[in-house]
């Protein structure tokens, strides 16, 4: 069954932690990114990566950091140099051209 | 980077047609015209994609003038569970040149 998954659903974590969100992709897709959606907002790109041991900063990338050692797979870490972490945040993978798969989120609070 | 603009929201009623426009005056010649629908607490999903004129498939059309500036996203007889977010994304999916814009909250009412 091909898909994206993202772990956990929902996330807490207290200020100057840091923390990582997961996101797994069977689809044999080359590029995936890291989008933050903040409440009654659009998504905002934090990072892309269109090969393995390639990543790219997007628009909003102060205060995060991914890695990108295997094609399935695509963390995210939230370090405590992020001022507003607590988001919801979405993972997506797509084939060259072609449109993005999105996994079902994780909710990040921080308090 | 193209920016879009499209209606911060919309009503609609069941049974009807509804058309949301995007426009994207920057459009560059290498970027595609990507519509996706979220609905609260998911991720998007994908509609419809478009370069040109006119493409239709099971659930959407989208109609695009030769300029390119703009496109039209027409729902065919929404029902209460098209009620979503609907965002026009404009750029090449594969890379950085995209932009998400601000999408379009549709309400349908019964």
């Known amino acids: 069954d091909g898909g994206i998954t993202q772990s956990p659903k929902y996330l807490f974590r207290k200020e100057g932690q840091n923390v990582t969100l997961s996101c797994e992709q069977n689809l044999n897709h080359d590029a995936m990114y890291w989008y933050r959606q903040d409440p009654g907002q659009g998504l905002r790109l934090i990072y892309y990566s269109q090969i393995v041991n390639d990543f790219q900063k997007g628009d909003i990338a102060e205060g995060y950091s991914v890695s990108r050692e295997k094609k399935e797979s695509f963390p995210l870490t939230v370090t405590s140099a992020q001022k507003n972490p607590t988001a919801f945040y979405l993972c997506?993978?797509?084939?060259?051209?072609?449109?993005?798969?999105f996994g079902p989120g994780t909710r990040l609070t921080v308090t | 980077l193209a920016k879009t603009t499209q209606p911060i929201s919309m009503d609609s009623y069941e049974g009807q047609e509804v058309n949301i426009t995007c426009s994207h005056n920057?459009?560059?010649?290498?970027?595609?015209i990507t519509w996706y629908q979220q609905f609260p607490s998911q991720g998007p999903r994908f509609i419809i994609q478009?370069?040109?004129t006119k493409v239709t498939n099971e659930v959407a059309s989208l109609f695009i003038p030769a300029d390119r500036k703009s496109s039209t996203l027409s729902l065919p007889r929404v029902s209460l569970s098209d009620t979503a977010v609907y965002y026009c994304l404009v750029g090449e999916t594969y890379g950085q040149n995209f932009v998400f814009g601000p999408g379009t909250r549709l309400s349908v009412l019964p």
């Open positions: 478009g370069y040109k």
């Open positions: 920057n459009i560059a010649t290498n970027d595609y």
């Open positions: 997506a993978s797509s084939p060259h051209n072609d449109e993005q798969y």
